[in-house]
């Protein structure tokens, strides 16, 4: 297990460090664990306004309560044919808590046409201030309750990543 970097406030100009100054500075901000959840790419469809999980998940323990997350997913989205106004909206979740929208209203097209969008990337850094295990999730839902959006389209295969950083 590493050990939490402590760095002090400030640093004095014109003084010169101590190793174990050094030795803090260069253990500072690293890469704890690196966790890939299990790819998924199975459909799912929904034409609810409310979010629903999408399937992808990963889960992570991290070593000190001062560690961040950095979460990275990559996720495809469709909309399927049936109004002109639909349209997708998709977040992270940790626990039961949204921590991140990374889809407002993605693959507008003014048509009623089937529309299957490129691979969407998230990224975003989670302080989650605790040792016990954390699983994030993504959700999605139809923008405005009209036909249905779907994740995985075409067994499109999603990933999530997590890193604990130190910090």
């Known amino acids: 297990m590493a050990t939490p970097t402590t760095l002090p406030a400030s640093f004095t100009a014109s003084t010169v460090l101590p190793a174990a100054s050094l030795n803090n500075l260069r253990g500072a901000f690293r890469i704890l664990q690196v966790v890939q959840g299990t790819p998924y790419s199975t459909l799912v469809s929904s034409s ?26 990559q996720q495809t989205f469709s909309k399927n044919n049936g109004n ?39 990224v975003y850094l989670d302080n989650p201030t605790t040792t016990a295990a954390i699983t994030y999730k993504t959700q999605f839902a139809n923008y405005n ?23």
């Open 48 to 73: 609810s306004t409310t979010y629903m999980d999408t399937g992808l998940t990963a889960t992570i323990t991290c070593q000190n309560n001062t560690s961040k997350v950095l979460i990275i997913v």
């Open 84 to 122: 002109a106004s639909n349209a997708v909206k998709a977040q992270i979740v940790s626990g039961t808590t949204s921590i991140h929208v990374f889809q407002g209203a993605a693959l507008y097209t003014g048509t009623a046409v089937d529309f299957v969008g490129p691979s969407t990337s998230a």
């Open 145 to 167: 309750n009209s036909a249905s959006v779907s994740a995985q389209t075409n067994g499109a295969v999603s990933t999530m990543t997590l890193l604990e950083i130190s910090a």
